[in-house]
Protein backbone atom coordinates (compact mmCIF):
# COMPACT_ATOMS: atom_id res chain seq x y z
CA UNK A 1 0.00 0.00 0.00
CA UNK A 2 1.04 3.68 -0.98
CA UNK A 3 2.07 5.75 1.94
CA UNK A 4 0.63 9.39 0.42
CA UNK A 5 1.08 11.40 3.71
CA UNK A 6 4.51 12.39 3.70
CA UNK A 7 4.85 16.08 4.63
CA UNK A 8 8.11 16.78 3.07
CA UNK A 9 9.13 13.45 1.53
CA UNK A 10 6.82 14.03 -1.57
CA UNK A 11 6.43 11.31 -3.82
CA UNK A 12 8.35 9.23 -1.01
CA UNK A 13 11.61 11.17 -1.13
CA UNK A 14 11.64 11.68 -4.49
CA UNK A 15 12.87 15.41 -3.93
CA UNK A 16 13.89 17.52 -1.13
CA UNK A 17 11.92 20.86 -0.42
CA UNK A 18 14.46 21.66 1.81
CA UNK A 19 16.76 22.52 -1.06
CA UNK A 20 14.47 25.39 -2.14
CA UNK A 21 14.19 26.41 1.59
CA UNK A 22 10.60 25.47 1.98
CA UNK A 23 8.01 22.28 3.65
CA UNK A 24 5.15 20.92 1.43
CA UNK A 25 2.88 20.62 4.41
CA UNK A 26 0.39 18.04 3.18
CA UNK A 27 -2.35 18.07 6.32
CA UNK A 28 -4.99 18.39 3.53
CA UNK A 29 -3.78 15.70 2.00
CA UNK A 30 -3.84 14.21 5.18
CA UNK A 31 -7.54 15.24 5.74
CA UNK A 32 -8.57 14.03 2.81
CA UNK A 33 -7.64 10.44 2.92
CA UNK A 34 -8.88 10.11 6.77
CA UNK A 35 -12.43 10.60 5.39
CA UNK A 36 -12.07 9.47 1.70
CA UNK A 37 -10.05 6.15 1.72
CA UNK A 38 -12.11 4.40 5.31
CA UNK A 39 -15.50 5.10 2.92
CA UNK A 40 -13.88 3.55 -0.50
CA UNK A 41 -12.76 0.67 1.69
CA UNK A 42 -15.75 0.34 3.32
CA UNK A 43 -17.90 -0.15 0.60
CA UNK A 44 -15.24 -2.04 -1.49
CA UNK A 45 -15.28 -4.99 1.41
CA UNK A 46 -18.41 -5.23 1.90
CA UNK A 47 -19.35 -5.57 -1.86
CA UNK A 48 -16.72 -7.50 -2.34
CA UNK A 49 -17.00 -9.84 0.01
CA UNK A 50 -20.23 -10.59 -0.76
CA UNK A 51 -19.30 -11.74 -3.95
CA UNK A 52 -16.05 -13.52 -4.27
CA UNK A 53 -17.63 -15.27 -0.95
CA UNK A 54 -20.99 -16.18 -3.07
CA UNK A 55 -18.27 -17.58 -5.86
CA UNK A 56 -16.19 -19.47 -3.08
CA UNK A 57 -19.21 -21.30 -1.66
CA UNK A 58 -20.76 -22.23 -4.68
CA UNK A 59 -17.76 -23.47 -6.66
CA UNK A 60 -16.26 -25.53 -3.33
CA UNK A 61 -20.50 -26.94 -2.63
CA UNK A 62 -22.01 -27.32 -6.15
CA UNK A 63 -19.31 -27.11 -8.83
CA UNK A 64 -16.88 -28.76 -10.53
CA UNK A 65 -13.72 -27.65 -11.85
CA UNK A 66 -13.36 -28.85 -14.84
CA UNK A 67 -11.79 -26.38 -16.51
CA UNK A 68 -8.55 -23.92 -16.13
CA UNK A 69 -11.03 -20.81 -16.13
CA UNK A 70 -12.79 -22.64 -13.20
CA UNK A 71 -9.68 -23.03 -11.04
CA UNK A 72 -8.42 -19.83 -12.13
CA UNK A 73 -11.72 -18.05 -11.13
CA UNK A 74 -12.03 -19.55 -7.71
CA UNK A 75 -8.29 -18.77 -7.33
CA UNK A 76 -9.13 -14.80 -8.25
CA UNK A 77 -12.23 -15.48 -5.70
CA UNK A 78 -9.89 -16.40 -2.86
CA UNK A 79 -6.92 -13.74 -4.25
CA UNK A 80 -9.70 -11.01 -3.67
CA UNK A 81 -11.23 -11.95 -0.71
CA UNK A 82 -7.44 -11.74 0.61
CA UNK A 83 -6.77 -8.18 -0.47
CA UNK A 84 -9.76 -7.02 1.25
CA UNK A 85 -8.99 -8.64 4.43
CA UNK A 86 -6.53 -5.77 4.53
CA UNK A 87 -8.64 -3.12 3.86
CA UNK A 88 -9.31 -2.47 7.31
CA UNK A 89 -5.98 -1.95 8.45
CA UNK A 90 -5.18 0.29 5.31
CA UNK A 91 -8.15 2.40 6.73
CA UNK A 92 -7.52 2.56 10.34
CA UNK A 93 -4.16 3.56 9.00
CA UNK A 94 -5.00 6.35 7.18
CA UNK A 95 -7.55 7.98 10.06
CA UNK A 96 -5.15 7.21 13.07
CA UNK A 97 -1.53 5.77 11.47
CA UNK A 98 -0.12 2.92 12.10
CA UNK A 99 -0.33 1.32 15.78
CA UNK A 100 -0.04 -2.09 14.95
CA UNK A 101 3.62 -2.78 14.87
CA UNK A 102 6.65 -3.24 12.34
CA UNK A 103 5.23 -6.88 11.89
CA UNK A 104 1.63 -6.34 11.33
CA UNK A 105 2.93 -3.75 8.50
CA UNK A 106 4.94 -6.29 6.87
CA UNK A 107 2.68 -8.70 6.49
CA UNK A 108 -0.20 -6.54 5.35
CA UNK A 109 1.96 -4.82 2.91
CA UNK A 110 2.74 -8.60 1.34
CA UNK A 111 -0.56 -9.68 1.60
CA UNK A 112 -1.51 -6.69 -0.28
CA UNK A 113 0.77 -6.58 -3.07
CA UNK A 114 0.76 -10.32 -3.71
CA UNK A 115 -2.67 -10.60 -3.95
CA UNK A 116 -3.27 -7.83 -6.23
CA UNK A 117 -0.54 -8.93 -8.19
CA UNK A 118 -2.12 -12.52 -8.56
CA UNK A 119 -5.56 -10.91 -9.29
CA UNK A 120 -4.31 -9.63 -12.26
CA UNK A 121 -1.66 -12.31 -13.45
CA UNK A 122 -4.93 -14.58 -13.06
CA UNK A 123 -7.34 -12.69 -15.38
CA UNK A 124 -4.25 -12.97 -17.79
CA UNK A 125 -4.38 -16.62 -17.35
CA UNK A 126 -8.19 -16.68 -17.39
CA UNK A 127 -8.18 -15.29 -21.12
CA UNK A 128 -4.92 -17.47 -22.46
CA UNK A 129 -7.72 -20.54 -21.19
CA UNK A 130 -10.18 -19.04 -22.98
CA UNK A 131 -8.22 -18.43 -26.27
CA UNK A 132 -7.06 -22.46 -25.79
CA UNK A 133 -11.06 -23.55 -25.29
CA UNK A 134 -12.24 -21.87 -28.36
CA UNK A 135 -9.56 -23.10 -30.45
CA UNK A 136 -9.94 -26.44 -29.07
CA UNK A 137 -13.67 -26.47 -29.81
CA UNK A 138 -13.22 -25.33 -33.60
CA UNK A 139 -10.83 -28.02 -34.28
CA UNK A 140 -12.68 -30.54 -32.47
CA UNK A 141 -9.67 -31.95 -30.49
CA UNK A 142 -11.24 -32.88 -26.54
CA UNK A 143 -10.97 -31.45 -23.32
CA UNK A 144 -9.15 -32.12 -20.38
CA UNK A 145 -8.44 -35.24 -18.73
CA UNK A 146 -6.30 -36.07 -15.14
CA UNK A 147 -2.36 -35.25 -16.28
CA UNK A 148 -4.37 -31.84 -17.69
CA UNK A 149 -6.03 -30.70 -14.24
CA UNK A 150 -2.40 -31.55 -12.60
CA UNK A 151 -1.19 -28.97 -15.05
CA UNK A 152 -4.18 -26.50 -14.31
CA UNK A 153 -2.51 -26.92 -10.81
CA UNK A 154 1.26 -26.34 -11.37
CA UNK A 155 0.01 -23.02 -13.17
CA UNK A 156 -2.02 -21.92 -10.28
CA UNK A 157 0.95 -22.75 -8.32
CA UNK A 158 3.22 -20.53 -10.27
CA UNK A 159 1.01 -17.54 -10.50
CA UNK A 160 0.94 -17.57 -6.74
CA UNK A 161 4.32 -18.32 -6.18
CA UNK A 162 5.46 -15.14 -9.15
CA UNK A 163 3.22 -13.14 -7.23
CA UNK A 164 4.56 -13.51 -4.11
CA UNK A 165 8.44 -12.94 -5.55
CA UNK A 166 7.11 -10.33 -6.66
CA UNK A 167 5.71 -9.08 -3.48
CA UNK A 168 8.98 -9.84 -1.36
CA UNK A 169 10.08 -6.46 -1.44
CA UNK A 170 7.47 -5.49 0.65
CA UNK A 171 8.03 -7.88 2.92
CA UNK A 172 11.84 -7.07 3.12
CA UNK A 173 11.43 -3.57 3.64
CA UNK A 174 8.12 -2.05 5.03
CA UNK A 175 8.32 -0.81 8.49
CA UNK A 176 6.50 1.36 10.58
CA UNK A 177 7.85 5.21 10.10
CA UNK A 178 7.77 8.14 12.30
CA UNK A 179 7.16 11.33 11.05
CA UNK A 180 5.26 14.67 12.07
CA UNK A 181 3.16 13.04 14.84
CA UNK A 182 1.98 10.37 13.44
CA UNK A 183 3.25 6.68 12.59
CA UNK A 184 2.68 5.19 8.94
CA UNK A 185 3.46 1.88 7.32
CA UNK A 186 5.34 2.15 4.43
CA UNK A 187 8.14 0.86 2.47
CA UNK A 188 11.67 2.05 3.55
CA UNK A 189 14.54 1.24 1.66
CA UNK A 190 18.57 2.20 2.26
CA UNK A 191 19.58 5.43 1.02
CA UNK A 192 22.31 3.91 -1.65
CA UNK A 193 19.74 1.84 -3.37
CA UNK A 194 16.43 4.01 -2.63
CA UNK A 195 16.38 6.07 -5.82
CA UNK A 196 16.57 3.07 -8.11
CA UNK A 197 14.95 0.50 -6.48
CA UNK A 198 11.96 2.74 -5.90
CA UNK A 199 11.79 3.53 -10.08
CA UNK A 200 12.14 -0.36 -10.34
CA UNK A 201 9.58 -1.55 -8.29
CA UNK A 202 7.32 1.22 -9.92
CA UNK A 203 8.22 0.55 -13.21
CA UNK A 204 7.32 -3.26 -12.30
CA UNK A 205 4.24 -2.58 -11.41
CA UNK A 206 3.05 -0.65 -14.36
CA UNK A 207 4.64 -4.15 -16.21
CA UNK A 208 3.46 -6.85 -14.54
CA UNK A 209 0.02 -5.36 -12.81
CA UNK A 210 -1.27 -3.53 -15.88
CA UNK A 211 0.48 -3.68 -19.20
CA UNK A 212 1.40 -7.64 -19.88
CA UNK A 213 -2.38 -8.43 -18.39
CA UNK A 214 -3.97 -5.93 -20.89
CA UNK A 215 -1.67 -7.12 -23.73
CA UNK A 216 -2.64 -10.64 -23.36
CA UNK A 217 -6.28 -10.22 -22.87
CA UNK A 218 -6.35 -7.81 -25.97
CA UNK A 219 -4.61 -10.28 -28.24
CA UNK A 220 -6.74 -13.45 -26.92
CA UNK A 221 -9.90 -12.08 -26.68
CA UNK A 222 -9.71 -10.12 -30.16
CA UNK A 223 -8.41 -13.77 -31.30
CA UNK A 224 -11.56 -15.32 -30.29
CA UNK A 225 -13.77 -12.50 -30.91
CA UNK A 226 -12.73 -13.14 -34.61
CA UNK A 227 -13.39 -16.91 -34.35
CA UNK A 228 -17.00 -16.12 -32.90
CA UNK A 229 -17.68 -13.37 -35.96
CA UNK A 230 -16.70 -16.52 -38.26
CA UNK A 231 -19.20 -18.66 -36.22
CA UNK A 232 -22.33 -20.27 -37.63
CA UNK A 233 -25.38 -18.01 -38.39
CA UNK A 234 -27.94 -20.26 -35.96
CA UNK A 235 -25.76 -19.15 -33.30
CA UNK A 236 -25.50 -15.46 -34.37
CA UNK A 237 -27.71 -14.25 -30.64
CA UNK A 238 -25.31 -16.49 -28.62
CA UNK A 239 -22.20 -14.93 -30.44
CA UNK A 240 -22.43 -11.17 -30.19
CA UNK A 241 -23.74 -12.40 -26.05
CA UNK A 242 -20.33 -13.68 -25.89
CA UNK A 243 -18.29 -10.54 -27.43
CA UNK A 244 -20.45 -8.82 -25.07
CA UNK A 245 -18.66 -10.63 -22.31
CA UNK A 246 -15.50 -10.18 -23.72
CA UNK A 247 -15.89 -6.23 -24.32
CA UNK A 248 -17.05 -5.96 -21.02
CA UNK A 249 -14.60 -8.01 -19.17
CA UNK A 250 -11.08 -5.35 -21.19
CA UNK A 251 -13.32 -2.11 -20.56
CA UNK A 252 -14.11 -2.71 -16.64
CA UNK A 253 -9.82 -3.46 -16.48
CA UNK A 254 -9.09 -0.39 -18.61
CA UNK A 255 -11.37 1.85 -16.46
CA UNK A 256 -10.42 0.64 -13.44
CA UNK A 257 -6.66 -0.19 -13.71
CA UNK A 258 -5.68 2.61 -16.75
CA UNK A 259 -5.95 5.63 -14.14
CA UNK A 260 -4.12 4.19 -11.54
CA UNK A 261 -1.37 3.17 -13.79
CA UNK A 262 -1.18 6.18 -15.62
CA UNK A 263 -0.54 8.05 -11.76
CA UNK A 264 2.05 5.03 -11.32
CA UNK A 265 4.08 6.03 -14.24
CA UNK A 266 4.26 9.38 -13.67
CA UNK A 267 5.48 8.64 -9.95
CA UNK A 268 8.13 6.50 -11.31
CA UNK A 269 9.17 9.10 -14.14
CA UNK A 270 9.21 11.71 -11.37
CA UNK A 271 11.82 8.92 -9.11
CA UNK A 272 14.02 8.96 -12.37
CA UNK A 273 13.82 12.55 -13.15
CA UNK A 274 12.84 14.63 -10.42
CA UNK A 275 10.10 16.58 -12.36
CA UNK A 276 7.90 17.64 -10.04
CA UNK A 277 9.25 19.96 -7.95
CA UNK A 278 6.09 22.26 -6.50
CA UNK A 279 4.42 21.40 -3.42
CA UNK A 280 1.09 21.48 -5.18
CA UNK A 281 1.96 19.61 -8.05
CA UNK A 282 2.95 16.82 -5.46
CA UNK A 283 -0.37 16.88 -3.67
CA UNK A 284 -2.04 16.55 -6.76
CA UNK A 285 -0.38 13.50 -7.49
CA UNK A 286 -1.01 12.35 -3.88
CA UNK A 287 -4.94 12.78 -4.10
CA UNK A 288 -4.81 11.15 -8.07
CA UNK A 289 -2.92 8.19 -6.06
CA UNK A 290 -5.41 8.05 -3.38
CA UNK A 291 -8.72 8.15 -5.94
CA UNK A 292 -7.32 5.90 -8.75
CA UNK A 293 -6.13 3.17 -6.38
CA UNK A 294 -9.34 3.01 -4.64
CA UNK A 295 -10.87 2.59 -8.35
CA UNK A 296 -8.60 -0.25 -9.62
CA UNK A 297 -9.79 -1.77 -5.85
CA UNK A 298 -13.27 -1.76 -6.94
CA UNK A 299 -12.08 -4.54 -9.87
CA UNK A 300 -11.98 -7.22 -6.94
CA UNK A 301 -15.66 -6.37 -6.63
CA UNK A 302 -16.55 -6.70 -10.41
CA UNK A 303 -14.65 -9.43 -10.71
CA UNK A 304 -17.44 -12.17 -9.72
CA UNK A 305 -19.72 -10.44 -11.68
CA UNK A 306 -17.59 -10.44 -14.75
CA UNK A 307 -16.60 -13.92 -14.74
CA UNK A 308 -18.68 -16.27 -13.03
CA UNK A 309 -22.40 -14.43 -13.20
CA UNK A 310 -22.23 -13.78 -16.69
CA UNK A 311 -21.40 -17.72 -17.09
CA UNK A 312 -24.71 -19.09 -18.47
CA UNK A 313 -24.35 -22.05 -15.75
CA UNK A 314 -23.32 -19.89 -12.61
CA UNK A 315 -26.88 -18.24 -12.36
CA UNK A 316 -29.18 -21.22 -11.77
CA UNK A 317 -26.09 -22.72 -9.17
CA UNK A 318 -26.85 -19.36 -7.09
CA UNK A 319 -30.59 -19.12 -7.02
CA UNK A 320 -30.24 -23.12 -5.93
CA UNK A 321 -28.27 -22.05 -3.07
CA UNK A 322 -30.01 -18.77 -2.22
CA UNK A 323 -33.65 -20.86 -1.93
CA UNK A 324 -31.66 -23.36 -0.03
CA UNK A 325 -30.93 -20.91 2.02
CA UNK A 326 -34.09 -19.95 2.63
CA UNK A 327 -35.61 -23.22 2.69
CA UNK A 328 -33.15 -23.21 5.80
CA UNK A 329 -33.73 -20.22 7.67
CA UNK A 330 -38.14 -20.65 6.61
CA UNK A 331 -40.37 -22.19 8.57
CA UNK A 332 -42.51 -23.46 5.78
CA UNK A 333 -41.57 -25.95 3.48
CA UNK A 334 -41.13 -24.96 -0.25
CA UNK A 335 -42.12 -26.78 -3.33
CA UNK A 336 -38.63 -28.32 -5.73
CA UNK A 337 -37.77 -25.63 -7.84
CA UNK A 338 -38.08 -26.40 -11.29
CA UNK A 339 -34.22 -27.09 -13.02
CA UNK A 340 -33.03 -23.39 -14.35
CA UNK A 341 -32.54 -23.51 -18.09
CA UNK A 342 -28.79 -22.93 -19.16
CA UNK A 343 -27.79 -21.57 -22.13
CA UNK A 344 -23.98 -22.25 -22.60
CA UNK A 345 -22.16 -19.18 -24.60
CA UNK A 346 -20.62 -22.21 -26.43
CA UNK A 347 -18.69 -21.33 -30.51
CA UNK A 348 -19.43 -25.37 -30.79
CA UNK A 349 -21.07 -26.61 -33.88
CA UNK A 350 -23.81 -29.36 -33.65
CA UNK A 351 -21.50 -32.03 -34.56
CA UNK A 352 -19.76 -31.26 -30.84
CA UNK A 353 -23.01 -30.18 -28.85
CA UNK A 354 -23.88 -33.01 -27.00
CA UNK A 355 -20.22 -32.45 -25.33
CA UNK A 356 -20.97 -29.50 -24.42
CA UNK A 357 -24.35 -30.08 -22.73
CA UNK A 358 -21.88 -32.96 -20.76
CA UNK A 359 -20.10 -29.88 -19.54
CA UNK A 360 -22.10 -26.69 -19.39
CA UNK A 361 -22.40 -27.27 -15.67
CA UNK A 362 -19.30 -26.31 -14.82
CA UNK A 363 -18.96 -23.86 -17.44
CA UNK A 364 -19.15 -20.63 -15.71
CA UNK A 365 -17.55 -18.31 -18.31
CA UNK A 366 -18.01 -19.97 -21.45
CA UNK A 367 -17.91 -19.06 -24.75
Not at 222 to 248: I, M, P, Y
Not at 282 to 310: F, G, R, W
Request: proline share 4%; hydrophobic share 45%.
Amino acid sequence: MEDYFDVDDSLNDTYDYEDYHTICDKEAVRSFGGVFLPIMYAVALVVGLSGNALVLVVYTSRLRLRTLTDVCILNLAISDLLLLFTLPFWAADAVHGWKLGSATCKITSFAYSANFSCGMLLLACISVDRYRAVMQVTRGRPGGNSKVRVQWLLVCVALWATACFLSLPELIFSTVKHSHYRMSCTAMYPAHMAKATKAALELLEVLLRFLVPFVVMAVCYSCVGRVLSRGAGGQRQKKWRALRVLLAVVAVFLLTQLPYTVVKLCRALDVIYGHVTDCDASKSLDYALQVTESLALTHACINPLLYACMGSSFRPHILKAAKRLGQSLGSHPRHPQEPAVEIPLNTCSQVQSQSASDHQDTSTFSI
